[in-house]
């Protein structure tokens, strides 16, 4: 039985415990939600938590009875500590563990910089000043009675995907797209739009849920588009995917042959300005229930918060929202919005 921890994004700690249910069923028992942190205790393969999508990073919990950090160095203790380390290592690739970094309250005590050198003389690892690849956590227990040390699972965080090679100003979080797409409810015999898809991070992560009968990113910058496609190919959807230099509000598409739409939408700060999304997000709504079948789901991210509940009351009629969900990411509070296709026509 491990005890296993999950950073996930503030606002989504439903969903990535939906997902741990769903993965692991009975194996995860005594979960517990915090701002930010799942906790669970997990009875499977360790490295079956790797594949989770919607957590930023997962660690395994090993607790200590011990009064201050430096009884770490103990014979007993520190043995143990070098086992787990070991075998948190052995999930991976062994070349991808370069470096160690120990973060911790105090991290700068001479206690503390000792146990950080020890570590990386045992394990053969360069000490980073930052994020290393070996990430140990030391953390009092809630009862403060003991010590919690907490290893990270994988070499980088989950939220950094493999496939992603290339990256793009504003690049969506790959955890928050995932979440995003799994509300849509997937299907192999939806067709899917992600319009404005930028460097392809919601097509993408879409495509790792289900296949889907068509699927389709488009984007006016064709540098972007160069992007998503060399993120495409890593992850191994090139052939599955296309990639159009399309204007969202101008689809060369046939009315209602779309099951799903999607969309990280300009906040108007990185990319954008409020001014030009006050014209973008009407007829990019107006567009997108031209082109939506009858119940298409539509999966939308903002933070023109204000700005998005006028369009969605001025499209009520054909555009049903079902849910809203905020979320805390890169310093700021963007939601998400859920909405579903009406048989009303578009007037």
């Not at 007993?76 to 380390?85: G, W, Y």
Request: glycine letters at 6%; proline letters at 5%.
């Amino acid at each position: 039985m491990f005890d296993i921890e999950c950073d996930v994004l503030e606002g989504l700690e439903p969903y990535a415990l939906e997902e741990i249910r769903e993965r692991f069923g009975r194996l995860c028992s005594s979960m517990t939600l915090q701002p930010g942190r799942i906790r669970a205790l997990y009875a499977g393969e360790l490295r079956q938590v790797l594949r989770l999508r919607s957590v930023l990073a997962a660690y395994l919990v090993i607790t200590y009875d011990v009064p201050r950090p430096r009884a770490l160095l103990g014979h007993q203790h520190f043995t143990r500590l070098l086992k787990t380390l070991e075998m948190v290592r052995s999930l991976s690739r062994p070349e991808l563990y370069r470096t160690l970094r120990l973060s911790a309250a105090g991290e700068d005590s001479s206690v503390l910089i000792r146990l950080k050198e020890t570590l990386a003389h045992h394990t053969g690892l360069a000490i980073a000043p930052d994020e290393g690849d070996l990430l140990i956590r030391l953390r009092r227990t809630i009862s403060r009675d003991g010590w919690e040390v907490l290893v990270r699972l994988s070499p980088r965080p989950l939220a950094t995907r493999e496939w992603r090679v290339c990256n793009w100003p504003g690049s969506l979080n790959a955890t928050l797209a995932s979440v995003m797409m799994r509300l849509t409810q997937p299907s192999a015999t939806d067709r899917v739009l992600n319009v404005a898809c930028g460097s392809g991070t919601l097509l993408i992560e879409r495509l790792f849920l289900s296949p889907a009968r068509l699927a389709i990113g488009c984007d006016l910058d064709l540098e972007a588009l160069r992007c998503a496609q060399r993120n495409l190919e890593a992850a191994g959807f090139a052939k599955v995917a296309r990639l159009e230099q399309w204007d969202a509000t101008s689809l060369p598409l046939e009315t209602g042959s779309v099951d799903v739409l999607c969309a990280d939408l300009p906040f108007g700060q990185l990319i954008g300005s409020h001014r030009s999304n006050e014209i973008l997000y009407p007829r990019l709504i107006a567009e997108s229930a031209r082109v939506a079948a009858p119940g298409a789901r539509m999966c939308l991210l903002t933070h023109e918060v204000r700005l998005m509940e006028r369009v969605f009351e001025q499209y009520a009629g054909v555009w049903a929202l079902t849910n809203v969900v905020r979320v805390r990411t890169g310093g700021m509070t963007p939601r998400v919005y859920l909405a579903r296709r009406t048989t009303a026509p578009l007037s």
